[in-house]
């Protein structure tokens, strides 16, 4: 069983900034795809940013140029950096592992923007 935690959420002004961390236990991480997902009110869960093994990357057309995932193999740990954040980003970001065919989901942290 693979625990993932998700941290950094919080309330920022339109044009703001916050950096999530998602830090996952195992000693299969560096094998490991991770992605980011946001789900808003009333809306389905979408995927926002994800990064393989190798650290190649993608990301919604709604965040290019915003956000930046990254990881750190070292630390088990990976990154969601948020810029220029829009009310429209407002949502609950949930952080996925998978490996293997298996999925583990962390419990979501809170993005809410607004002035």
């Known amino acids: 069983q693979v625990q993932v935690v998700e941290s950094g959420g919080g309330l920022v002004q339109p044009g703001g900034s916050l950096r999530l961390s998602c830090a996952a236990s195992?000693?299969?991480?560096?094998?490991?795809?991770m992605s980011w997902h946001r789900q808003a009110p009333g809306k389905q869960r979408e995927l926002v940013a994800a990064?393989?093994?190798?650290?190649?990357?993608n990301y919604a057309d709604s965040v290019k140029g915003r956000f930046t995932i990254s990881r750190d193999n070292a630390k088990n740990t990976v990154y969601l950096q948020m810029n220029s954040l829009k009310p429209g980003d407002t949502a609950v970001y949930y952080c996925?592992?998978?490996?293997?065919?298996?999925?583990?989901w962390g419990q979501g942290t809170q993005v809410s923007v607004s002035s």
């Open positions: 996925r592992y998978s490996r293997l065919s298996l999925d583990y």
């Open positions: 195992g000693s299969m991480f560096r094998f490991s795809a």
């Open positions: 990064i393989t093994s190798s650290s190649s990357t």
